[in-house]
């Protein structure tokens, strides 16, 4: 079946960075590009960017560019998020979802998310 | 503030219907972008409920329905079940800043 799973809690001081790895199985990796999506305790889910599986393009929202790089590893067939300079605002869980096999941008699998506490 | 548009709550009776709606603009639904929607019990991940506006994963019940018309989409829940008590989000996608995946603020549906 397919999985998607994420590295676990991590508790970051402000200003530091973090990197968040997601490990896919069950399919071919690089057939599906990878989304994170984060949420903040108590609100609802957003969008921090996608990533090519197939050829490593990008693309950011405006909100995370410069401060957020996404990678992926196809010989382990693991996506990474790497997001710096850290502030509370950032306390939040994250996601890694899977593009959908329909090709219409939903995504159909998703990580069980990493819980990521800033705090000093 | 969420691109789309979605009521906090909503809450129903046991076998009731209820419909969550989910606003957006001309440059995400309204420019023809599929509209999906998720289910997300606590503590948990999303799970996808529908896919381009009206289709269903498999393992989702029929009670679960999908539409979309303009710049608008609606999920409906017929024959309310107590575990359908959860968080529901819609998500397109908007091609203004270069194109980027949105969301909705997120519907609490309450079973009575």
């Known amino acids: 079946q397919i999985l998607l799973v994420q590295s676990g809690v991590e508790v970051k001081k402000p200003g530091a960075s973090m990197k968040v790895s997601c490990k896919a199985s069950g399919y071919t990796f690089s057939d599906y590009g990878i989304s994170w999506v984060r949420q903040a305790p108590g609100q609802g889910l957003e969008w921090m960017g996608w990533?090519?599986?197939?050829?490593?393009?990008?693309k950011y929202p405006q909100k995370f560019q410069g401060r957020v790089t996404m990678t992926t590893d196809t010989s382990t067939s693991t996506a990474y998020m790497d997001l710096r300079s850290l502030t509370s605002d950032d306390t939040a869980v994250y996601f890694c979802?899977?593009?959908?096999?329909?090709?219409?941008?939903?995504?159909?699998?998703w990580g069980q998310g990493t819980r990521v506490i800033v705090s000093s | 503030q969420p691109v789309l548009t979605q009521p906090p709550s909503v809450s129903g009776a046991p076998g009731q219907r209820v419909t969550i709606s989910c606003t957006g603009t001309?440059?995400?639904?309204?420019?023809?972008?599929?509209v999906h929607w998720y289910q997300q019990l606590p503590g948990t991940a999303p799970k996808l409920l529908i896919y381009?506006?009206?289709n269903r994963p498999s393992g989702v019940p029929d009670r679960f329905s999908g539409s979309t018309s303009g710049t608008s989409a609606s999920l409906a829940i017929t024959g309310l079940q107590a575990e359908d008590e959860a968080d529901y989000y819609c998500?397109?996608?908007?091609?203004?800043?270069?194109?980027?995946?949105?969301f909705g603020g997120g519907t609490k549906l309450t079973v009575l």
């Open positions: 990533i090519s599986a197939y050829n490593g393009k990008t």
């Open positions: 998500q397109s996608y908007d091609l203004s800043l270069g194109g980027h995946w949105v």
């Open positions: 001309t440059s995400n639904i309204g420019a023809s972008y599929d």
């Open positions: 381009g506006h009206t």
């Open positions: 979802a899977r593009d959908g096999f329909s090709g219409t941008r939903e995504f159909d699998f």
